[in-house]
């Protein structure tokens, strides 16, 4: 089995910063993207940014020149810098990991969900 155990959120005031972290863990065999998705009340869930495990990125044109994504492949940790924070930013924010364990299993794997509430 894989875990992936997000951190990071909380309450911030518009314009503020938070920093999430992704751990990894369990039977990793290997981990190809990363990614980050957001999911606000009454909305479906979408992709925020994304990273290869050689380094590419993507991102929601919405978080673009605000969102900054990267990983450390040697922790299995992937992180979400989120700058000048809007309202309209707060939502869950899930980790997501296109991996494959140590059994050959590979699919898409999901943490838990971490609330950002973007609020004065």
């Known amino acids: 089995q894989l875990q992936l155990v997000e951190s990071g959120g909380g309450l911030v005031q518009p314009g503020g910063s938070l920093r999430l972290s992704c751990a990894a863990s369990g039977s990793i065999f290997s981990i190809n993207a990363m990614g980050w998705y957001r999911q606000a009340p009454g909305k479906q869930r979408e992709l925020v940014a994304a990273i290869t495990i050689g380094g590419s990125t993507n991102y929601a044109d919405s978080v673009k020149g605000r969102f900054t994504i990267s990983r450390d492949n040697a922790k299995n940790t992937v992180y979400l810098q989120m700058n000048s924070l809007k309202p309209e930013d707060t939502a869950v924010y899930y980790c997501?990991?296109?991996?494959?364990?140590?059994?050959?299993?590979?699919?898409?794997?999901w943490g838990q969900g971490t609330q950002v509430t973007v609020s004065s």
């Open positions: 997501n990991a296109d991996a494959t364990t140590d059994w050959g299993v590979h699919g898409d794997y």
